[in-house]
C-alpha cells in the first residue's frame, strides 16, 4: 500500500498532467500505439488508422483524455478506490477483452511520456507514480479474475 505522503507526491506531479489532459493523453496513446503495436487492435474506432491519421485523430484525443481524467479521479482517492475501478475493469475484461498486460504497458508508457513533458519530475515523483500505477494495475486484476 501507499503512504499518504506518497499520494501526495504522486498528485503533485499529476497536476501537471491535469494542466495540460487532453495532449498528455493524447500522448501516451500514441506512445502507447507506437511501442506496443498490439494495443491498436484493441480500439475498434482506430484499428484501421495509418500512423499519420492516428496522429491527427480527434478521437484519439477524446479517448487520451478519457484514460488521463479516470487516472485523476482514481489518485485522487489516494487508493480507496475500489468504486471507480470496477466498472472499468468489468468492461475492459469481459467487454473490451484487454490483457492486463496492456494497463502494465500503458502504465510505462505514462511515466514515460511524464518524464519527457515535466521538467522537475525526479527519482522520486517518478518512485511514487510507477508504484501508484502498480497499485491501480494490480486492483484491476483483482477484479479482472472475480
Ligand atoms: O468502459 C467503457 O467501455 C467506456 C469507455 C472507456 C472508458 C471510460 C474505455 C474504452 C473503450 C470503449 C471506447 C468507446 O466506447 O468508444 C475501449 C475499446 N477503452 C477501450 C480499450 C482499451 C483500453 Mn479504456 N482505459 N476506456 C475507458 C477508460 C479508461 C481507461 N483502455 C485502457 C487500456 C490500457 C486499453 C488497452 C490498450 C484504459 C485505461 C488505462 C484507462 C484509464 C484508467
Same mark, same amino acid.
Given at each position: 500500500?501507499?503512504?499518504?505522503?506518497?499520494?501526495?507526491?504522486?498528485?503533485?506531479?499529476?497536476?501537471?498532467?491535469?494542466?495540460?489532459?487532453?495532449?498528455?493523453?493524447?500522448?501516451?496513446?500514441?506512445?502507447?500505439?507506437?511501442?506496443?503495436?498490439?494495443?491498436?487492435?484493441?480500439?475498434?474506432?482506430?484499428?484501421?488508422?495509418?500512423?499519420?491519421?492516428?496522429?491527427?485523430?480527434? +478521437?484519439?484525443? =477524446?479517448? &487520451?483524455?478519457?484514460? /488521463?481524467? @479516470?487516472?485523476?479521479? *482514481? $489518485?485522487?482517492?489516494?487508493?480507496?478506490?475500489?468504486?471507480?475501478?470496477?466498472?472499468?475493469?468489468?468492461?475492459?475484461?469481459?467487454?473490451?477483452?484487454?490483457?492486463?498486460?496492456?494497463?502494465?504497458?500503458?502504465?510505462?508508457?505514462?511515466?514515460?511520456?511524464?518524464?519527457?513533458?515535466?521538467? +522537475?519530475?525526479? =527519482?522520486? &515523483?517518478?518512485?511514487? /507514480?510507477? @508504484?501508484?500505477?502498480? *497499485? $491501480?494495475?494490480?486492483?484491476?486484476?483483482?477484479?479482472?479474475?472475480?
Amino acid at each position: 500500500a501507499m503512504s499518504e505522503g506518497e499520494w501526495n507526491v504522486v498528485l503533485k506531479a499529476w497536476a501537471h498532467v491535469e494542466s495540460d489532459p487532453a495532449g498528455i493523453g493524447q500522448a501516451v496513446l500514441l506512445r502507447l500505439f507506437a511501442d506496443h503495436k498490439e494495443t491498436l487492435s484493441s480500439f475498434p474506432k482506430f484499428k484501421n488508422l495509418s500512423p499519420a491519421e492516428l496522429q491527427s485523430s480527434g +478521437d484519439v484525443r =477524446a479517448h &487520451g483524455l478519457i484514460v /488521463v481524467n @479516470k487516472l485523476t479521479e *482514481v $489518485f485522487k482517492k489516494k487508493g480507496e478506490h475500489a468504486n471507480s475501478l470496477k466498472p472499468l475493469a468489468e468492461s475492459h475484461s469481459k467487454k473490451h477483452k484487454i490483457p492486463i498486460q496492456y494497463f502494465e504497458m500503458i502504465s510505462d508508457v505514462i511515466v514515460k511520456v511524464m518524464a519527457e513533458k515535466i521538467a +522537475d519530475f525526479g =527519482a522520486d &515523483g517518478q518512485a511514487a /507514480v510507477r @508504484k501508484a500505477l502498480k *497499485v $491501480f494495475t494490480t486492483d484491476i486484476g483483482i477484479f479482472y479474475e472475480s
